[in-house]
């Protein structure tokens, strides 16, 4: 079974930083395009950041400047630096991935916490 196993949210204070990082985990051939999405209590699931295979990246407006995404192809891993975090950026944090397996997957991280306090 293919998955997606997040770390590295918490509690940070603003203008701090934070590191998440994405393993893909099971049998599979490739990872085509990976990302970052975030949740905010209330709000409708938004796109953060996203990175191809190739490593051609795009952001968000809200965190372009402040935010990294990378991937390390030969972990199956994808990370999201975040520095000068904000309050506004407080939400549920998951990654994406588009798999090659037995069959084309989309997959979703469980989630993991940042919480920027003021």
């Known amino acids: 079974q293919v998955q997606l196993v997040e770390s590295g949210g918490g509690l940070v204070q603003a203008g701090g930083s934070l590191r998440l990082s994405c393993a893909v985990s099971g049998s599979i051939f490739s990872i085509n395009d990976m990302g970052w999405f975030r949740q905010a209590p209330g709000k409708q699931r938004e796109s953060v950041a996203a990175?191809?295979?190739?490593?051609?990246?795009n952001y968000a407006d809200s965190v372009k400047g402040r935010f990294t995404i990378s991937r390390d192809n030969a972990k199956n891993t994808v990370y999201l630096q975040m520095n000068s975090l904000k309050p506004e950026d407080t939400a549920v944090y998951y990654c994406n991935a588009v798999i090659v397996a037995v069959r084309l997957l989309e997959v979703w991280g469980q989630g993991t916490l940042v919480t920027v306090s003021s």
């Open positions: 990175i191809t295979r190739g490593g051609s990246t």
